[in-house]
């Protein structure tokens, strides 16, 4: 079973900052496509941000110019910074790993909470 470890949620109040990282299985990182999902109570999952094996990224149009995604292959992790957090960034974010060719695999982490509150 392949495991995304994920760490840096937290409560931070509005304008500050967090970075969250992921940490990856060599075999896992080196060829998959990364990426950070967040889901808020009652609502569903959505694509936050996400970075390719070539380092091409895609971010929502809710982040934009806020938040950065990068990834570290000396470390097997991606992480992602977040800047002039709003209290509707609050959510709880998943670390995705995507393989996008066939055999297509997907894994998730667990989790982090981030709580954007004053």
């Known amino acids: 079973q392949v495991q995304l470890v994920e760490s840096g949620g937290g409560l931070v109040q509005p304008g500050g900052s967090l970075r969250l990282s992921c940490a990856a299985p060599r075999s896992i990182f080196s060829i998959y496509d990364m990426g950070w999902y967040r889901q808020a109570p009652g609502k569903q999952r959505d694509l936050v941000a996400n970075?390719?094996?070539?380092?091409?990224?895609h971010y929502a149009d809710s982040v934009k110019g806020r938040f950065t995604i990068s990834r570290d292959y000396a470390k097997n992790t991606v992480s992602l910074q977040m800047n002039s957090l709003k209290p509707e960034d609050t959510a709880v974010y998943y670390c995705?790993?995507?393989?996008?060719?066939?055999?297509?695999?997907?894994?998730w982490g667990q989790g982090t909470q981030v709580t954007v509150s004053s």
């Open positions: 995705h790993a995507h393989r996008p060719y066939l055999p297509i695999r997907s894994y």
């Open positions: 970075i390719t094996t070539g380092g091409f990224t």
